[in-house]
């Protein structure tokens, strides 16, 4: 069984004076309901022009299940930035030089794609998404 | 201006070789090298029934912008899990938009433009779940007197 861990960390001395925030938390990323590692994933590295919205994934996998996206705006022009959101519902922008990890339920097949969209100039961005269950759209013949 | 940190590690042997991912931003302003510097503060909340809920209202926020949110689920069950939503009221399987189910010990940190609330619904009618949240501003809205 594969392990799969997230882990994040988030502080500030300055955010609330008086006050240092300090957020650590870490999880094992499991199969839908289930004590089993997730055993599928994809990852890569794309550059989108801007004006155009494109779906970073398809929807062949498990509907309503347990996935997670990974997304990192690798842009270092501070102007740029990446919308996100899920099929035509746009939630919100990622700018340059940052990330961002969710949880994915995939809710509705063939209606619930993860959709970017490049904003004020071409935008890169490295990706990782770990797979509940999944499968390869078929080849035509 | 604040200086807001998060890092991100994420390992797994999936492959057959060994995955890492790790990054560290500063949180930023929307088309800013400006730090975030608002928030609405951490908070905490028990659920003991699937109602739908509100954990954040847009109206607190400014629109189109680019503030972060932060949400775990304290709980140690990986059986049970919030469906999380961008959506005014409703957050289910299938009402648009369901943005994933977030099992116990599960975290999650998103950009989010401010535009509709966030919702949750517990899995549970008998298994009560903390969420933990927060939402770093770009943009706090005084509140209405």
Sequence with gaps: ?141 | MATINANINISSDILSYPIRINKSMTMKKLTSCNGIDETTGLRAKRFTSTDDAVIVEHDELTDDKAHMVYIRNTSASKVNFFYVSYNASTADATTTEPIGKLYGGDWMLFPYNGNTNISVASSSATDTQVLEYMVFADGVLAAKG
């Design chain 1, 1 to 141: 069984m594969a392990t799969t861990t997230a882990t994040v960390s988030i502080s500030s001395s300055d955010l609330m004076p008086g006050s240092n925030l300090s957020i650590n938390a870490s999880s094992t990323l499991m199969k839908t309901g289930l004590t089993t590692g997730l055993t599928l994933m994809e990852m890569g590295n794309h550059s989108i022009a801007t004006g155009t919205e494109f779906n970073l994934s398809s929807a062949l996998g498990e509907v309503n299940g347990a996935h997670y996206v990974y997304i990192c705006n690798t842009t270092t022009n501070d102007d740029y930035y990446i919308e996100w959101g899920l099929h035509d519902t746009m939630i919100g922008n990622l700018n340059s030089g940052q990330w961002m990890f969710i949880p994915w339920n995939n809710a509705v097949a063939t209606d619930s794609e993860i959709e970017v969209e490049a904003k004020n100039g071409t935008c890169t961005f490295e990706y990782a998404i770990f797979k509940s269950a999944w499968t390869l759209a078929t080849a035509a013949s």
